[in-house]
T-cell receptor
C-alpha cells in the first residue's frame, strides 16, 4: 500500500524567511497530493493541492512542487509570518484508494 | 464554500455511556465522509469511510460495534462511541468529499474525554 514520509518533523524559522517541507510517496498510482494546515485544537484546513499532471502550483505565499519521477512533493512558504505557525500535513491519494497522510511538520515562525 | 461542521466540539462523558458526534457538510453534498482519530502530536488515523446510504467501511483494528457510523443523508454523518472507556478519549475529526472530487474538507474536531 501507499506510504508517505514527511520531513522535517519540526521546523523553526525566523519571520520573513522561507520554509520548505518535503514528502515522498511510494505508490506511483497516487495522483492527488493535498497539503493541510492544522492549528492547535482545530481540524486540518486544506491550503493547497496538486495533481499528477502538474509540476508546480502557487497561491500567494504558498507553492507546491511535484516530481513524479522521484515521487517527491514539497510545500514552500515564503515570507513566513507568525500566523503560519502550525502543524502541516502532506497527503497522497489515488483513484480507488484512501488518502494517506504524512506524520506532520510542526512549523514555528519566530517574530 | 466547502464548510464542514462538527457537534459537539467538546464532550465529557462517564465510562460506560455512549456519545454521538455529528458531522455536517454545510454548503455541499458529500457522497463520502471520513472519520479520523488523532492522538496528541500525531497524524490522522482513519477509522472508517462512510458512503451515503450504505454501510461504513472500517479500517483494520477499528471495532465497528463500538464505533457506530451512520451516513443517512448527503450532508450528515454521525459517529456513536458506544460503552465509552477512558482509552477512547481522543480528538475525533470528520471530513467530507464533495461529489466525486478528490478534495477532503475537515470539520473542526470533537474532543472526547471519558472519565
Amino acid at each position: 500500500g501507499e506510504n508517505v514520509e514527511q520531513h522535517p518533523s519540526t521546523l523553526s524559522v525566523q519571520e520573513g524567511d522561507s520554509a520548505v517541507i518535503k514528502c515522498t510517496y511510494s505508490d506511483s498510482a497516487s495522483n492527488y497530493f493535498p497539503w493541510y494546515k492544522q492549528e492547535l485544537g482545530k481540524g486540518p484546513q486544506l491550503i493547497i493541492d496538486i495533481r499528477s499532471n502538474v509540476g508546480e502550483k502557487k497561491d500567494q505565499r504558498i507553492a507546491v512542487t511535484l516530481n513524479k519521477t522521484a515521487k517527491h512533493f514539497s510545500l514552500h512558504i515564503t515570507e513566513t509570518q507568525p500566523e503560519d505557525s502550525a502543524v502541516y500535513f502532506c497527503a497522497a491519494s489515488g483513484t480507488g484508494f484512501k488518502t494517506i497522510f504524512g506524520a506532520g511538520t510542526r512549523l514555528f515562525v519566530k517574530a | 464554500g466547502a464548510v464542514v461542521s462538527q457537534h459537539p466540539s467538546r464532550v465529557i462523558c462517564k465510562s460506560g455511556t455512549s456519545v454521538k458526534i455529528e458531522c455536517r457538510s454545510l454548503d455541499f453534498q458529500a457522497t463520502t465522509m471520513f472519520w479520523y482519530r488523532q492522538f496528541p502530536k500525531q497524524s490522522l488515523m482513519l477509522m472508517a469511510t462512510s458512503n451515503e446510504g450504505s454501510k461504513a467501511t472500517y479500517e483494520q483494528g477499528v471495532e465497528k460495534d463500538k464505533f457506530l457510523i451512520n451516513h443517512a443523508s448527503l450532508t450528515l454523518s454521525t459517529l456513536t462511541v458506544t460503552s465509552a472507556h477512558p482509552e477512547d478519549s481522543s480528538f475525533y475529526i470528520c471530513s467530507a468529499r464533495p461529489g466525486r472530487r478528490d478534495e477532503q474538507y475537515f470539520g473542526p474536531g470533537t474532543r472526547l474525554t471519558v472519565t
